[in-house]
């Protein structure tokens, strides 16, 4: 394949950018409820796209199943790009890369049989059905991909790349009368079928969790000092500050080019952010991002001062900085745009419990169901919380949801502990590509007077 | 593809064999300059079968080999699947039905919608000249076709034609987006409707505006009601009664919403999700209740989960893509209007809030139906006027509770992703936290 790209990629004469994506996903899905395996998906899933910037600086994408007649396709990519407006867009060239990156698995999930993966979930299935007659219904879903990538760009780059992803994920339902409570967790790697094994102790964790949560109060809504645990203020700083760190957020805004100079300080001075898709083994590693770029660390806050930013091909030629390698698409079907990929909040000095002791009325707000922004607004849902009295954790509450501004919020964060921890479970959206592995880390960090929602007083 | 379900003949499985055929082609504007044209070929077949002993088996695939491999590949799932109780339909051979499908779409040139979104993004900042705008206009045709180890063959095609416009404000310490869509299997979406709806929601949100915490009534703009209708459709689902997690399993044909409300499914001609059968060859009605004057009337049922329950499925077996077995969905959905227009709604109310759209949409518990979510576009009414835009508001209440306290729906409606008609909802009190 490499063979044909290489000629492929010497087509295009007047100065254009292009990029040749082929993709070939083998996937295996499997949803195990109520002791019944509900679905067992095994898909073949071969595709590609030409991306073609024009030399009146517009982009044409095209994407396809087939991988024959390349030549034919990047032709008439060529002159069909050739007729559309005349537009601003330029991207940062680069120096041609050629490499090859295999991987290997210790038990390699592709050599698993059916039966084996599904023997186990089923096993795992059974152990909820075993916990309480409250649990109503227990989910167990696993999925497991290995990707080829083939990349050849303009610049005389030729990359060949493996990405592996394995998850398993438990969901449990419990009820009582009209009061239904859902609690899951589970696990995400860029490995073997190691991963997914010895996995009893979360399944007992998840039901167990769900049937707390069916006893335990609302949480009232007002203002609290808040303390994240490191999965939640993972996601905190995923939403609240990376989503306007990436630069086609601001690259055409010049009032939020504004807000967001280099060198502004943008929060107290405990908080230390950045993303690293060069990191070994994370879920949102990789050696190249998908435009053939080499992956690093970029640092979005260093000691409250905001000194980094997300940058694509395109963002980082408009905005005339480096390049960051964080272009990033889910598949064949979409172009890429500019994404997280491990992003983290670094650990600090205190320990986890000194971040409680001087709480008079607090929130220990724990894990997540989800979160969004719009740019400055930003909405996150906890999993589950405890309230906080005189430094000590006390009852379980649920509906917990904060949500506010972010400038003021990054501004109450007044302490970071120094048990940092990754979390590779859950994918992000944007633009229509759902699902991104965006791992995000974190240890626990303290939020001084927070609004807090819940529905504890109605 | 007659050869796979021909080789299912030949061996004595049963088996429906579902292909979905995609061309879409995309206009995209970012932040007022003109950005990329996108163009999409999507192919790709699912193969379900029951094995002769009664278990599913299920493969997608997008590149064909040979019709042995792919028979292979779903028996040895089968193996491992669940014993089902339904049986692959016959599809009837005499009924005949219209395909939705536009020649104006299907021969949409990309100067046309560039020309289209020229037009949007000059009207806009001629009002504003301050905003930047997104523009999305895409356009093409879908095709479903089923063929069943009977050798019966059902097909379907319609086209789509989607606009979707942001606009951004930005300004220190503010940062404003307001957003409209339309979408609908025909060329007739009005375009000056969606500049009119950006430019009213850009003048209203001139004014920013504080209000108190408390309890007030909330009018939900036709987009700002999927706050309570993610929760109902999650109820509604016929997988989530078998599995005993919706609150409203067994309650058939009583009253637990406000008799305001009727909720009916139709196979309006050109919205989005109608059709005449759905992804299992199950025909669909042309119009029956859901909730009728609050009454629950029914739920979305699919081949497996009515098989489950014992009851016959209802024609609401719908396939994400080629790649997905069937789940409970829809086609398309209408609620009932009212008598009166939603500007009369809001210029009765005394205090208020209207709710446009919202951050965090089916991050709460959505089987339970509490819903907490910042306001990301409200504003405040006081003395029937619009007074201008919150910031930093969160409501929460319960979808159900919500939808028993309903006290108007209004006349006018629109259609939200050309897939569900709705109107704008009275309801009063929902709780904000400011």
């Known amino acids: ?458 | 593809m007659i050869e796979v379900v021909d080789l299912l003949k030949k061996r004595g499985i049963a088996g429906d064999l579902f292909t979905q055929e995609v061309f879409n082609q995309v206009v995209n504007y970012e932040a007022n300059v003109f950005k990329s044209y996108e163009k999409e070929e999507r192919r790709g077949h699912g193969l379900r079968i029951i094995n002769p002993e009664g278990k599913l088996g299920f493969y997608a695939f997008n590149r064909f080999s040979n019709p042995q491999e792919v028979v292979d590949r779903a028996l040895e799932v089968s193996q491992l699947g669940d014993r089902v109780d339904f049986s692959i339909p016959t599809y009837p051979s005499t009924w005949e039905w219209e395909d939705f499908v536009d020649p104006r779409i299907e021969n949409l040139e990309a100067r046309e919608m560039i020309e289209l979104g020229d037009y949007i993004l000059s009207r806009i900042r001629e009002d504003y000249p301050q905003v930047l705008v997104d523009v999305t206009i895409g356009a093409g045709r879908e095709e479903k076709s089923l063929l069943n180890h009977h050798e019966e063959e059902l097909k379907f095609a319609r086209t789509f034609f989607e606009i979707g416009v942001t606009a951004n404000q930005t300004r220190e310490g503010d940062i404003l987006e307001v957003y409209a869509e339309r979408s609908w299997g025909s060329r007739d979406i009005n375009i000056d409707d969606i500049v009119e709806e950006i430019i009213s929601k850009l003048e209203f949100s001139q004014r920013v505006v504080t209000l108190n915490s408390g309890k007030y009534p909330v009018i939900f703009t036709p987009w700002g009601s999927l706050v309570l209708f993610l929760p109902l459709l999650y109820g509604l689902n016929g997988k989530n009664w078998v599995f005993g997690r919706s609150p409203l399993q067994n309650k058939e044909k009583k009253v637990v919403f406000s008799s305001l409300f009727s909720l009916e499914e139709v196979q309006e001609p050109w919205a989005l999700g109608s059709c005449p059968f759905d992804d299992e060859g199950i025909i669909t009605k042309t119009q029956r209740y859901l909730v009728d004057k609050g009454s629950l009337e029914g739920a979305l049922w699919d081949l497996w989960s009515a098989a489950k329950r014992g009851i016959k499925p209802t024609g609401n077996g719908f396939r994400g893509s080629y790649r997905d077995l069937p789940e409970p969905g829809f086609s398309s959905l209408r609620v009932k209007n009212g008598l009166r227009d939603s500007s009369t709604l809001i210029g009765e109310l005394e205090e208020g809030l209207i709710v446009d759209s919202v951050l965090g949409l089916g991050q709460s518990n959505i089987a339970s139906g509490y819903f907490s979510c910042n306001v990301q576009l409200g504003f405040y009414v006081k003395e029937g006027e619009i007074q201008g835009r919150v910031k930093d508001v969160m409501i929460s209440g319960n979808a159900y509770q919500a939808l028993l306290n309903l006290k108007e729906i209004s006349r006018n409606s629109r259609w939200i992703g050309g897939r569900i008609l709705l109107p704008y909802l009275l309801v009063e009190p929902i709780e904000i936290n400011a």
């Open chain 1, 1 to 458: 394949m490499i063979e044909v790209l290489e000629k492929l990629v010497h087509l295009p004469q007047r100065g254009e950018y292009m990029e040749i994506r082929l993709e070939n996903i083998v996937s295996t899905t499997i949803r195990v409820q109520n002791g019944v395996v509900e679905k067992i998906r095994v898909e073949a899933d071969k595709g590609g796209y030409i991306r073609l910037l024009t030399p009146r600086g517009s982009w044409w994408f095209e994407s396809f199943q087939d991988w024959d007649n390349l030549q034919e396709r990047v032709e008439k990519a060529i002159s069909g790009a050739s007729l559309l407006p005349k537009s601003d867009i330029e991207v940062v060239r680069k120096p041609p890369v050629r490499e090859e990156k295999k991987v290997t698995l210790a038990d390699d999930f592709r050599f698993k049989s059916l039966k084996d993966k599904t023997s186990l979930l089923l096993e795992y299935n059974q152990i909820f059905k075993e916990i309480s007659p409250l649990l109503v219904s227990s989910l167990v879903e696993y999925r497991d991909e290995f990707r080829e990538i083939y990349l050849a760009n303009s610049d005389g780059s030729l990359i060949y790349w493996e990405k592996p992803d394995i998850n398993l994920n438990f969901t449990a339902t419990a009820r009582k009368g009209d009061n239904i409570e859902v609690y899951r967790n589970g696990v995400a790697g860029k490995t073997g079928f190691e991963l997914v094994k010895n996995q009893e102790q979360l399944a007992q964790e998840v039901g167990q969790k769900a049937l707390l949560l069916l006893e335990a109060p609302s949480f009232s809504g007002g203002m609290y000092d808040v303390v994240l645990d490191p999965v939640l203020a993972g996601v905190f700083i995923h939403e609240a500050f990376g989503h306007l760190s990436e630069s086609d957020a601001l690259y055409r805004n010049e009032e939020l080019k504004k807000i967001m100079t280099k060198g502004r300080r943008v929060s107290s001075p405990v908080l230390n952010v950045f993303d690293d898709g060069s990191l070994d083994n994370l879920r949102g590693s990789s050696p190249y991002d998908d435009e053939g770029i080499p992956t690093g660390r970029t640092y979005l806050i260093k000691n409250g001062y905001l000194s980094g930013r997300l940058h694509s091909r395109e963002t980082a030629f408009l905005m005339q900085e480096e390049v960051t390698g964080n272009a990033r698409t889910i598949n064949y079907r979409f172009p890429p745009i500019v994404r997280m990929t491990n992003t983290a909040i670094e650990g600090g000095e205190p320990t986890k419990e000194d971040l409680f002791s001087d709480i008079e009325r607090g929130l220990y707000a724990v894990e997540y169901i989800g979160g969004n922004t719009a740019l400055e607004l930003f909405t996150f849902s906890a999993a589950y919380g405890y309230l906080i009295e005189r430094g000590k954790i006390k009852e379980l509450v649920k509906d917990v949801v904060l949500s506010g501004n972010l400038f003021q919020t990054l501004d109450k964060i007044d302490a970071v502990a120094n048990d940092f921890r990754w979390t590779e479970v859950g994918g992000c959206g944007k633009g229509g590509q759902m699902g991104l592995p965006t791992p995000t880390g974190s240890p626990h960090i303290r939020l001084r007077e927070v609004l807090v929602g819940g529905s504890g007083n109605d």
